[in-house]
């Protein structure tokens, strides 16, 4: 049984033991899951593809519709990626693609093994690096919901939604060292209508990443760390960027952090708009940089022209945001010098700082245009 919408409906189980799976953990099962996907996304009924308890191999795979009725993926065991060469420069590991009301479940996990592909990551020195693998691709996908799952170990991004609307992701985990490279927990662009909720996300790299072109984002009860924290971006790095609106971020918590929430855009930078952001009751715990936009944002430091980001930051409140601070400037906001940030609002703010730079935290403001209500600690520098 499944529900989507409210309506509990009977359906067709598809256990991949019967398409000549085995949960050894040493044999490949892509062929039986992509045999199972197939007559499930075909089958015209209610279909769920069970995963059981074992664990099973799987190479890389895309699962592809459209279906002809919904489609749950029934994870009980451990679905584990490859570690071979072959598997390694590839942009995906599983990816669904052109699916409308997909669930994914089961209270499993899906084990990237990033540690075999981590020190072939040369991305912080060469932008010209070759791609290792997403564990879980969402492109083109509709009306559909991730919960109840654990993603353990990518070799890049845990999840990666692109093309996509009207997705949930609900109660998972997200579980990777802090310094394994760029592994962030969830990442997303050009989508719309997207939630993130009641989840635990520890990872190398932002625990969630928002990209050009997403619309009406909503982050609620997320813990986060250790990672570097909620970020917008970054943007304007490409020609034609669609704008990202309506992003909130609501009710959580940060805790050992690189950043806590952020606005980055490069610089210098192609035009797009960014607003509507709403940053309210969050916690932060020995966090470098709680709040910040930084429109010089240029992690290779061989951008030039500081100062030059052309995107513009519009309409982003951040409230009753409380805890402590790991850097001597809690509040740093530095937009651009040709595009400054404009309808900031800081409320009731009260971050201490916990390190040995003197007492005291302190804010720090760069052409940005703002108004600041209640307590204020740091002082704000509006």
């Known amino acids: 049984m499944f529900l989507f919408g409210n309506q509990v409906?009977?359906?067709?189980?598809?256990?991949?033991?019967?398409?000549?799976?085995?949960?050894?953990?040493?044999?490949?099962?892509?062929?039986?899951?992509?045999?199972?996907?197939?007559?499930?996304?075909q089958s015209g009924g209610k279909s769920v593809i069970l995963i059981p308890q074992g664990t099973y191999l799987v190479h890389p795979i895309v699962l592809q519709g459209p279906c002809r009725g919904p489609v749950?993926?029934?994870?009980?065991?451990?679905?584990?990626a490859p570690v071979d060469a072959a598997s390694l420069y590839l942009d995906h590991w599983i990816s669904f693609r052109y699916i409308d009301r997909l669930s994914i479940t089961g209270g499993g996990s899906f084990d990237g093994?990033?540690?075999?592909?981590?020190?072939?990551?040369?991305?912080?020195?060469?932008?010209?690096?070759?791609?290792?693998?997403?564990?879980?691709?969402?492109?083109?996908?509709?009306?559909?919901?991730?919960?109840?799952?654990?993603?353990?170990?990518?070799?890049?991004?845990?999840?990666?939604i692109f093309a996509s609307s009207g997705i949930k992701i609900e109660h998972i985990k997200i579980i990777a060292p802090g310094d394994s490279p760029n592994t962030d927990g969830i990442h997303l662009a050009d989508s719309?209508?997207?939630?993130?909720?009641?989840?635990?996300?520890a990872t190398g790299d932002d625990c969630v990443s928002i990209g050009p072109g997403s619309k009406n984002i909503n982050i609620t009860n997320v813990h986060c760390g250790p990672g570097h924290g909620f970020s917008i971006g970054s943007l304007g790095g490409s020609p034609n960027e669609g704008d990202v609106t309506d992003v909130t971020v609501r009710n959580c918590t940060l805790s050992?952090?690189?950043?806590?929430?952020?606005?980055?855009?490069?610089?210098?930078?192609?035009?797009?708009?960014?607003?509507?952001?709403?940053?309210?009751?969050?916690?932060?715990?020995?966090?470098?940089?709680p709040i910040n936009i930084d429109q010089n944002y240029c992690p290779s430091q061989t951008?030039?022209?500081?100062?030059?980001?052309?995107?513009?930051?519009q309409g982003a409140r951040f409230s009753n945001i409380w805890g402590t601070s790991s850097s001597k400037i809690a509040v740093s906001l530095q937009c651009s010098k040709s595009t400054p940030c404009q309808n900031i609002?800081?409320?009731?703010?009260n971050?201490?700082?916990n390190g040995r730079e003197g007492k005291g935290a302190a804010s720090s403001c760069a052409n940005v245009k703002g108004v600041a209500y209640g307590q204020q600690n740091p002082s704000s520098c509006f």
């Open 9 to 41: 409906q009977a359906a067709t189980t598809f256990n991949v033991l019967k398409f000549g799976a085995y949960g050894d953990g040493k044999r490949d099962n892509s062929k039986a899951l992509g045999d199972a996907w197939t007559q499930a996304c």
């Open 72 to 80: 749950a993926l029934q994870v009980k065991g451990v679905v584990k």
């Open 113 to 160: 093994q990033g540690a075999s592909a981590w020190t072939y990551n040369t991305c912080q020195n060469d932008h010209h690096c070759p791609t290792l693998p997403v564990s879980i691709r969402f492109d083109f996908v509709t009306n559909s919901i991730v919960h109840h799952i654990t993603s353990r170990n990518s070799k890049l991004f845990h999840f990666n």
């Open 192 to 201: 719309t209508n997207i939630s993130i909720s009641d989840s635990d996300i």
């Open 256 to 289: 050992g952090t690189l950043s806590g929430v952020r606005i980055k855009t490069k610089s210098p930078s192609y035009s797009s708009t960014c607003s509507g952001f709403t940053f309210e009751d969050i916690h932060v715990e020995n966090v470098n940089d």
């Open 303 to 313: 951008c030039g022209q500081q100062g030059r980001s052309k995107v513009k930051i």
């Open 345 to 349: 609002e800081l409320r009731d703010i």
């Open 351 to 353: 971050i201490d700082y």
